[in-house]
């Protein structure tokens, strides 16, 4: 028996059922399309988290004072005066698996411009800020390490900021503005960066010399907080533990005794967030994977009826010398053909669904490969099997017995 | 003396229905031979049907020997045996057992589909010319629910015919048609076998085995009786004599 006779029996067949053949494909449509749909969706949703978190900085790590403090990373500033500037020149000299490192200090107030006025926050850092936190300069340029020593009064201003002090059309690079009554020059511009993860806006901001915001505003001899960047992701535990030997070493703190400071990474915040969206890719798989067992069961329901009712047409292919395993062929020709048509189709589907929807909730639309090779191979083997079982089963009828069927 | 096709001998089937078994054939003996027209007659329930089914290798005798052109069939395994139904064997049912949805032509093809020799061209031809026999070539192209029964059962018969084999087996083949479809079918038979071709028939109706050469009278799983038909019928005499149908005004 040649398989072209074979697939031409088995095409004419599909054509001659088309409703039970679609039918069996919606089986497999449904199935495949769903869980790749569902599972997009999710993926999709947990890289946008991640995407915006990154966002917000490359690799940080963030140092803090005190131990009281629980909750989030972000959490404000605590009054413990445990951080100093030595402490970042040690760190700066002796971490390995920091790439760049800046001292922190804040504070809000209100920022003055002609007989415009804003209240923002004024940040003290150092030039390795920008890339600590990914900001970039759009005009200008950034303090020097002069101007640091000096205690220059200069700073950098947000695209926020920009807005609600100077008019359009109007360069700000060169003004000066009064923060908290004291007038910063403005030397550089920093492109926007809209809003992190958790909706606080991160434009709006001045970046000042952190030698100028210690002494001339806030007049403390401690920092708030220190940023860093890891030399990369997976070496944020290895940078989390240097930091801690270093400062603990610094601080002279006896062995037992609790760290006078905290240690966060960046990578621990995205493994927070990313659990919460692992669970709702889990639910989204749930439900995917019952419509891939509905849409099974379908398929399986179908292939049974149709075996049974065609039994008769398998004794009558019999009689004119179809052999069984020609019978046999012709079923898994079908079942074969209905599970690419149908897988395809479901494919298609599923992109669709997950394009619709990631655009819908502007997630990157994330195409699972293995979802689509699995939740394929699920339908197809149900299919493959279902269709091959029963046809075996009356393909090693008597092809009399098989005729007389009813 | 013509050359034998079917040769049984002491052919047995019995089924086994739970505790109860019933012998469908008892010790059976026949022998056929080249351009025969045989009717294999009996009351109803008397074996008639298993022996054909047997003879068309459809079903597999219980004991006793059953050579076809020579060969015993006791030693073929299921692909022998559906080489022999697909290349010598021409099968006709009752109930006619064309695949629905399915032109006249591609159920006359479908023998032609087993055998991988046959190509494409060739099989589309031969079908063809089979449906040219039974005169329904201008139906090529309807399907079964729409051909008459007297045409669907001539598709049939182009089916069986269309493989070229050594012996057609008809199993009530007009049982299904009225007097005058039958007669018809009858002539179409009558006309193969004048061409040759060896045919084995079952009947229960004695007017329709009179259309045959030979008869064979079966009874409760035994041959009772054989006998050369002396008064045959003929069916295009026949048919010309049957009363002209008048339509009711
Ligand atoms: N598949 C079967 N299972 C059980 N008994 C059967 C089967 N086929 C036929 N028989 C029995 O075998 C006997 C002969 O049947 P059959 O050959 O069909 O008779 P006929 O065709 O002469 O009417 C009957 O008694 C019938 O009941
Ligand atoms: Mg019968």
Redesign the interface.
């Known amino acids: 028996?040649?398989y072209t006779?074979l697939t031409?029996?088995a095409v004419?067949a599909l054509k001659?059922?088309k409703f039970r053949s679609i039918l069996t494909m919606l089986g497999i449509i449904i199935g495949v399309g769903s869980v790749i749909g569902m599972l997009s969706i999710g993926q999709g949703s947990k890289k946008s988290i991640q995407d915006q978190i990154s966002e917000m900085g490359s690799n940080m790590v963030f140092v803090m004072p005190g131990s009281q403090q629980r909750g989030g990373v972000m959490m404000g500033n605590s009054n413990a005066k445990t951080l100093t500037l030595s402490d970042v020149e040690k760190l700066k000299k002796e971490a390995q698996y920091l790439s760049a490192i800046s001292p922190q200090v804040s504070t809000s107030g209100q920022a003055v411009n002609g007989n415009k006025n804003w209240p923002t926050s004024c940040m003290g850092v150092s030039s390795d800020y920008l890339s600590i936190r990914k900001y970039e300069l759009e005009d200008g340029r950034i303090f020097t390490e002069k101007e640091i020593e000096s205690l220059a009064k200069v700073c950098l201003v947000g695209q926020t900021v920009v807005e609600n002090l100077f008019d359009k059309g109007v360069d700000p690079v060169g003004q000066t503005l009064r923060f908290s009554g004291i007038p910063l020059k403005i030397i550089g511009v920093l492109k926007e960066k809209g809003e992190n993860g958790m909706g606080q806006d991160q434009d709006d901001l001045i970046l000042a010399p952190y030698t100028s915001v210690q002494r001339r505003i806030l007049a403390i001899t401690h920092i708030q907080s220190i940023s860093a960047s890891a030399v990369s992701e997976d070496k944020s535990d290895e940078a989390i533990a240097e930091i801690e030997t270093i400062l603990r070493r610094e601080h002279k703190l006896k062995e037992g005794e609790a760290n006078d400071f905290q240690v966060r990474s960046q990578a621990e915040m995205i493994q927070t967030f990313s659990s919460v969206s692992d669970m709702l890719t889990m639910l989204l798989g749930a439900i995917a994977g019952i419509s891939l067992l509905v849409g099974g069961i379908g398929i399986m329901n179908i292939m049974f009826v149709s075996v049974t009712e065609r039994t008769?047409?398998i004794g009558?292919?019999?009689?004119?010398?179809?052999?069984?395993?020609?019978i046999l062929m012709q079923f898994l020709i079908e079942a074969v053909l209905l599970s690419i048509i149908g897988g395809i189709i479901g494919i298609l589907f599923g992109l669709g669904i997950s394009y619709v929807a990631t655009s819908l909730l502007s997630f990157p639309m994330i195409i699972m490969t293995n979802a689509i090779v699995i939740s394929f191979l699920v339908c197809s083997a149900i299919g493959i099997f279902f269709g091959w079982y029963p046809a075996k089963k009356a393909a090693n009828l008597?092809?009399?017995?098989a005729?007389r069927h009813e | 003396m013509e050359k034998t096709i079917i040769q049984v001998s002491e052919l047995r089937k019995d089924y086994h229905i739970g505790e109860v078994t019933v012998h469908a054939l008892r010790k059976v003996d026949m022998e056929i031979r080249e351009g025969e027209f045989v009717a294999i007659m009996g009351a109803s329930g008397s074996g008639k049907s298993t022996m054909l089914?047997i003879l068309?290798c459809?079903?597999?005798p219980t004991g006793g020997e059953y050579l076809l052109d020579g060969v015993p069939m006791s030693k073929m395994n299921?692909?022998q045996l559906?080489?022999l139904?697909?290349?010598k064997l021409g099968?006709i049912?009752q109930s006619y057992?064309l695949?629905?949805?399915?032109t006249a032509l591609?159920n006359v093809e479908?023998?032609l589909?087993?055998?991988?020799k046959v190509k494409s061209k060739e099989r589309k031809e031969r079908a063809i010319h089979a449906l040219d026999l039974v005169g329904l070539a201008d139906r090529m192209h309807h399907m079964p629910n729409q051909l008459s029964g007297g045409q669907q059962q001539r598709v049939a018969i182009a089916?069986s015919l269309v493989?070229d084999p050594v012996v057609i087996l008809a199993d009530e083949a007009t049982g299904n048609l009225d007097t005058r479809t039958s007669y018809e079918i009858m002539e179409l038979f009558q006309q193969l076998n004048d061409q040759g071709k060896t045919i084995v028939f079952v009947t229960h109706e004695p007017d329709i085995a009179r259309f045959m050469k030979r008869n064979i009278v079966f009874r409760d799983g035994r041959i009772q009786k054989e006998v050369m038909v002396t008064n045959r019928h003929f069916a295009t005499e026949l048919i010309k004599n049957l009363p002209v149908e008048v339509d009711v005004i």
């Open positions: 028996m040649n006779n031409k029996i004419n001659r059922n008769k047409e009558l292919r019999m009689s004119v010398g179809g052999r069984g395993i020609d008597n092809p009399i017995d005729i | 089914n068309g459809l079903d597999k299921k692909n559906a080489l139904r697909n290349q099968f049912f057992n695949l629905p949805r399915t591609e479908l023998p589909y087993y055998n991988s089916r493989n």
